[in-house]
């Protein structure tokens, strides 16, 4: 069987509104503008909180900035700034910092690597780290989230120590069909963690270490506008969940250049999806979802504990930012943000947009 002739195939087959159930993505309500609305209509959602972090030239965050120095772009638009902070260092609302073990798109032996890389960080500093962390280890027989949130590093690997790596029934080499499933399961993971972090306060940064899960796309791949449509609610459903959970996802891949075949083929998905005519399912696959929220993705070294440093030195100063959206003229309409900054020099990195609501 060919590629193409499979991943269609395999296409075919995934119900993609079962999809949408299973990962507990209000489909139904997305698909039905009067409950979507009264859904999302409401003074919170006509807020816009943004995480950005500030960079220099050579990539070192930026504290010290003021509101006069932000102007936030909504499709172009600038828009008053409501609400302001800067955060680092001792600030009044710690970050949330979440570490997920993927045992299901990674392989037994890249996870045994990364318990130790992880360990590393864990012992950082004494095992004093310097915002409270989570861990989560993710498998295809269930999700399991080890402990509260602690700066204790030698408390926590203690509960990490105790964990034993799940054996999968979900192999990279299973074919299509064990793609689809691992698909499925990954986006249900992430649906549930979003879930649970949206009833934590303040800000998260949820670091994936994961080569991310099936794109199931490809030039070959058709999909019927039932299934485009399903596609869409998932990922309107996915983005407005994490930026209601005010969550920042980052990916690191384990395998770092080893994957270098698949280092850059997310890129093709970043496009926002505005239209469920240009739906396909690689516009969920982690590493894009991680860059339109803000994240980093980290795959261009085999150093996790490095990486895992990076993705959680975002915490380390910010600005947050609040925005009053403007009424959308359709359900689920897509908004561009663009964050700019002054002095000249300086990059921002944030959410990318949103979907609005008349």
């Not at 193409?4 to 195939?9: A, N």
């Not at 509104?17 to 009264?38: F, K, R």
């Not at 005519?277 to 860059?291: E, M, R, S, Y």
Request: some cysteine; overall charge neutral.
């Amino acid at each position: 069987m060919s590629f193409r002739t499979g991943l269609v195939l395999c296409l075919s087959w995934l119900s993609l509104s079962a999809l949408a159930q299973q990962t507990g993505l209000a489909t139904e309500q997305l698909q039905t503008p009067s409950t979507a609305n009264e859904s999302v209509n409401s003074a919170h959602d006509r807020q816009l909180t943004l995480d950005v972090v500030v960079s220099d030239r050579s990539g070192k965050a930026v504290s010290g900035l003021q509101e006069k120095d932000f102007v936030v772009l909504d499709d172009k638009k600038p828009q008053k700034i409501l609400g302001f902070q800067a955060s680092g260092g001792a600030q009044p609302e710690p970050v949330q910092v979440l570490l997920v073990v993927d045992e299901v798109n990674t392989s037994f032996t890249t996870v045994t690597y990364e318990r130790d890389q992880i360990k590393k960080f864990l012992l950082q500093n004494g095992g004093n780290l310097a915002h409270p962390v989570t861990m989560a280890f993710f498998s295809d027989s269930g999700t399991q989230v080890l402990n509260d949130a602690s700066r204790d590093g030698n408390a926590l690997l203690a509960s990490f120590d105790q964990h034993e790596t799940a054996l999968r029934s979900i192999r990279r080499s299973t074919g299509f069909y064990g793609a689809e499933e691992r698909f499925q399961l990954s986006l249900g993971m992430l649906n549930s963690l979003t879930a649970r972090e949206a009833q934590i306060p303040g800000r998260k940064i949820v670091v994936w270490i994961s080569p991310g899960w099936p794109l199931l796309s490809g030039p070959g791949v058709q999909l019927s506008n039932k299934d485009q449509k399903s596609l869409f609610a998932a990922i309107v459903g996915a983005s407005t969940a994490m930026r209601r959970a005010r969550m920042t996802l980052s990916s690191v891949d384990p395998l770092g250049v080893a994957d270098s075949g698949n280092l850059f083929y997310y890129q093709e998905f970043l496009k926002p999806v505005s239209a469920v005519k240009n739906v396909q399912a690689g516009n969920l696959a982690l590493q894009v979802l991680a860059t339109q929220t803000g994240g980093l993705v980290l795959n261009a070294s085999s150093d996790i504990t490095a990486q895992i440093q990076r993705a959680v030195s975002d915490a380390d100063a910010f600005y947050t930012l609040t925005v009053e959206t403007p009424p959308a003229e359709q359900p689920n309409e897509y908004h561009a943000i663009d964050v700019k900054v002054e002095p000249a020099g300086l990059t921002t990195r944030t959410r990318r947009g949103y979907y609005g609501q008349p």
